[in-house]
C-alpha cells in the first residue's frame, strides 16, 4: 500500500532515520525494504501527505514510501520497553496506520508539500 513516512536525514548526509518518541529510530535507505527489529512491533506510516504534514516540523523530510499493513492481534507500536496503543497513539497522530515492512520511494519535493499545504488551507 502507498503510505508517507516522516524521516529525519541530518543535511548534507544520506543516511536516513525514522523517528519516533520512546521507539526505535531505524535506518532507512531509498528502495530497501525495512522490517521491525526482533522483539519490536510494527513502525508507523500516515495514510496521506496531509497527516504527514502535521510533523514537519518535527523532522526533516517526508518520505512516499509502499508499505506492507501489519495484519497481527496485537493493535500497537512497542519495543521491549514501552507499548502506545493505536488508539491513544492516532489520537496525537491521525492518519497512523501500522506496518510490518517499509520501502521508501522518494523524498516528497518541496513544491509538492507548498501545493499540499495551500490547498489545506484553501479547504
Not at 27 to 38: A, K, L, Q, T
Not at 61 to 75: A, H, L, N, S
Not at 85 to 104: F, I, M, Q, W, Y
Request: with cysteine.
Amino acid at each position: 500500500m502507498k503510505g508517507y513516512k516522516a524521516v529525519w536525514q541530518p543535511r548534507g548526509q544520506r543516511e536516513i532515520y525514522s523517528w519516533g518518541s520512546g521507539m526505535s529510530g531505524y535506518r532507512y535507505e531509498v528502495g530497501v525494504p525495512r522490517v521491525p527489529d526482533e522483539g519490536y512491533g510494527p513502525m508507523a506510516v500516515f495514510d496521506t501527505l496531509e497527516h504527514a504534514l502535521e510533523y514537519l516540523d518535527s523532522v526533516s523530510q517526508i518520505y512516499e514510501c509502499e508499505y506492507t499493513p501489519y495484519r497481527g492481534k496485537r493493535k500497537a507500536l512497542w519495543n521491549p520497553w514501552i507499548e502506545y496503543p493505536l488508539d491513544k497513539v492516532r489520537e496525537h497522530c491521525p492518519g497512523t496506520r501500522l506496518a510490518s515492512s517499509v520501502t521508501l520511494l522518494r523524498r516528497v519535493p518541496k513544491r509538492e508539500i507548498r501545493q499540499t499545504m495551500k490547498a489545506q488551507v484553501a479547504k
